[in-house]
């Protein structure tokens, strides 16, 4: 069918083809507007697909309290103390302090280590380099579940070293409700991927940049820290940032490393049960704190966003 | 003080070898220029001094203090590299304090001397300039400035020049010698580029495959070459080279003879030979011209001619190439069996014709067509001043100049049987 004819198609009322059939030849006329078409059904499912959960959270956040059975897609009522009522009930706000924290720590000791290995993978040549690699990132793919009972022993000094001869016994130290317990295990996680960031970013700094660190009266770690770091910035940013949400949003160690008692560095997984009582749970506050709960990732994804795009876009290109 | 000094000093990679046994010398405020074709250890060389590289044995020596495990940090040396290696996240002013301050030096101190070295690169009123927002030849001063605001005792310098355009290069090139004369402190320069080597130093260090060949004056490298090596590489073109054999009372080739009016050392007749000669040290023999259609351009006079020459060579002019103030003549010597002033035939050279070629370069000829003489017979001479014998095996210089010894030459021969 010519383009002529089908112009005159899709013009004239009255025409016998149907509506399929204008569509199907204005669409082979005129490919653009199929792409277009596409773009926004795949840019609109994605969008109702990751947006309708914080809808839906709020939605049950502003039903009152009462009215919670038969929630529709609008809310039954309007109760924003709902937001307020959640630091008042439980110390919401503390919980979020101590994931923050927690979030913080990690994401230190993650950059430093994943530093100093990624200075050595990337600007190095040595004898198993890539089993090492490969090792390292293995690690990262095991299940955190294997690692369960064995920290816990760990973390809550049930395991003897050895015995002093005074019949002192030298155990682990007592982690169990402190920073450490899930600091360290996360920090063991997510330091692979850091690694791999952070190598490929430190192996495209010129050998010439850090030399001239160096002759100027740099260490090896002060060329790093000093030369080689901040022109890798947005490969840090990316590293740091992605290890913040990984911790953030953390469920295993972040329950079974607590008690999960506000002073014993619960974090907000803890908070959000605590809403839960014996003999009714207080959805509206549950879902209002978990919008509350996102607002520090959406803060820094805004904030880092333009250096993790160019970090991962960088990254994957020079792979 | 910044004298320097290696030692015995080696470096190894894997199985390769970077550097074998380099002993050097370098005194205070020298500017001595390490040069080599890529890969002959020069850089090694150099990065050795800075501590960028550990030797696998041997010493060196800065100020008389062994240095050969201390970091580059506590060398009292500066640098600067062939990638200029300005740090990009830091303006110009940060960039050339940055050792003053990684040394705590206080800040009036840093801003005096950072105008100073600033001033002196011509670069005062650009210090918060950014690397990426200046040119090439701006950045490779600041790098210059970053070197000397510390004042060090040795200044390296890996190629600095090389990343700039010609016009740059020259300019730079001037400007790195005043600033050697305005701080007089010792500078090791690394460059693959011998016309460099030759303006800037007042030493070179030649090297190859590793190894030193010869450490002298420009000049001295220039016209007693220590072997076939320096010979081949110092100089612009390079020098022409024919294999040989000696006789009794000279040289032949299979082109030509040459008479040798000296009494060689530890030689044999039969011996294979090198016969090297510079292209300026080649003229048109007496009388001889280039014939073109449009008649004879040019007759060399015996006038023009001082030195001692050697009888005239028969050749066919093969490509000029004009380059202003001289004449570059690619000839190749006539076909065996027709070799000789008297034998007929213009054709060019056939297949299985002779490799071994002579460039010389002559002065211009204003009304000559380059085009027109290709091609042409005329006979050149040797000045046999300036011809050198080099050992057929080893490469090692037999002598310099085949005419009655003058002092230089056994000044040369003296170093040189000192040296052995």
Redesign the interface.
Known sequence: MSAEQSRTGETTEGDEKNLVERWASGSITDPERTYKILFYIVAISFLVTTLFPFYWLTVLALTPEGNLTDVGLLPNGFNPGAFVEVFTTVPFHIYMLNSVIIGLLTTALVLLLASLAGYAFGRFEFPGRTPLMLIFLAISYFPPAAFLLPLFELFTANITFFSLPGGTEVTSPMLFNGPGAMVLPYSALFLPLSIFILTTFYSQI?D??E?????????RL?ALFK?IM??SAPGVATAGVLTFIAVYNEYFFAFLMTDGRVQNWATIVWGLLSYQGRFQTSYNLMAAASLLGVIPIAILVVIAQEKIVSGLTAGGLKE | MGDVTYDDVRKEYGDATAVEGLSLDIEDGEFVTLVGPSGCGKSTSLEMVAGLTEPTSGSVYIDGEDVTGLPPKDRDIAMVFQNIALFPHMDVYDNISYGLRLRDTDSEEVDRRVETAAEMVQMKGMLDRMPDEMSGGQQQRVAIARAIVREPAVFLMDEPLANLDAKLRVHMRTQLQELHRQLDTTIIYVTHNQEEAMTMSSRIAVMNEGELQQFDEPLECYYHPANRFVAGFIGSPSMNFIEGRLTDDGVETDHFDLDIERSLHDTEVGQRVTVGVRPEDITLAESATFETESGPVDTQDESELDGTYSDPIAVVTDVLEPVGDDIYVYTRFPDEGQAGADSAGEDRAGPGGNEERLLMSIPPMPDMSTYEAEGQRTQIALNLDMVHLFDGETGAAITHGLTQATQSDDRSASTRAESD
């Open positions: 010129p010439g940049l030399d001239a660190a160096r002759v100027e009266g740099n260490t002060g030369v901040p022109l």
